[in-house]
């Protein structure tokens, strides 16, 4: 018993050395904080899409989206609307993006999760190529969307995973 307690906090504890987002949770790496919730914490990306560009982030360590308690979820979301409506209110972009990365291919570069807010301008610059795809028939579309709701159907109502 002993030592499964030992090896959590020893957990913990590398969690905190190793993810750049616990540190900054810990107060051990500087970040511009603009915002703390209950359990979260919103402070600017030192990579911006354009200036003001913040991070919204779970105080716990949570790798992604999928992993998020209903109450941190709620937490968060309300801090990314106090967020975005602060950076609107004080930089007039003339839009703003709001979105989440989760895994490499999906283009996840820190593996805390973090919802991004991104003042928009236009011309800015960037562009997010896409290649769409095309269902073959309804029937492929209705098989995807029954291996969806399958899964739905078999987790609770809270969307936690049986
Ligand atoms: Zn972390």
New binding site residues.
């Given amino acids: 018993m002993k030592s499964s307690s030992n090896s959590e906090s020893t957990e913990v504890e590398n969690?905190?050395s190793?993810?750049?987002?616990?540190?900054i949770?810990a107060g051990e790496a500087k970040a511009e904080i603009i915002y703390e919730g209950v359990s979260s914490i919103a402070f600017l990306d030192i990579n911006p899409i354009n200036f003001g560009h913040a991070l919204v982030?779970?105080k716990?360590?949570?790798?992604d989206f999928s992993e998020l308690s209903d109450d941190v979820l709620c937490d968060i979301v309300s801090s990314l609307k106090i967020v975005s409506r602060a950076i609107i209110d004080s930089l007039h972009p003339a839009g703003f993006n709001i979105f989440n990365n989760n895994g490499l291919a999906a283009g996840q570069s820190?593996?805390?999760?973090h919802f991004h807010v991104a003042p928009r301008y236009n011309g800015d610059g960037l562009k997010i190529r896409t290649q769409l795809k095309v269902y073959e028939s309804p029937e492929q579309m209705a098989e995807y969307a029954k291996m969806i709701r399958g899964k739905i159907e078999v987790n609770d109502k809270s969307g936690e995973r049986k």
């Fill in positions: 969690h905190v190793l993810c750049p987002f616990c540190r949770v982030v779970s716990g360590h949570f790798s820190v593996f805390h999760f």
